[in-house]
C-alpha cells in the first residue's frame, strides 16, 4: 500500500492522505476533519474503500483538492505506485466465487464414481 499524505489547505482540516491499495485494486483518499468529533484514526471523509473501486488516480485527486494543495505530479506517482505495486489475486477471486444458494444433502446426492 502507498501512502502520501499532502499539505492541507486550511485550519478546518487536520489531515490528507491519498494512495493506492493493492490488497483491494483501488486508489483511495482519506480526509480528516477538525472539529468533527469523528476521532482519530476515523476519517470524516473517505473513497476507495473497496475492490477495484478507484481505478483512476484523479478521480482520488479531485476528491481531495477542496482540502489539500494536490501536487502537480501526483497522478504520475500514484499510477507509478499502482504499477510497481501491482494488485493482489485473491481478492479478485474471492470477489467472483459465489457461496451456495442452498445446504447440500449428501444423503441425496448422485455420487460419480
Known sequence: MSTHEIDVCSETVNSVVIGWEKAFGSFWAHVY???????????????????????????????????????EDLAAILTADAETEGICDLPAILGIQEGASTAYDLDEADIPF
Open 33 to 71: 476533519l477538525a472539529g468533527d468529533g469523528s476521532g482519530f484514526p476515523c476519517p470524516s471523509l473517505e473513497i476507495g474503500g473497496d475492490f477495484r473501486e478507484v481505478k483512476d488516480p484523479t478521480i482520488v485527486i479531485d476528491f481531495v483538492r477542496p482540502y489539500a494543495h494536490v501536487p
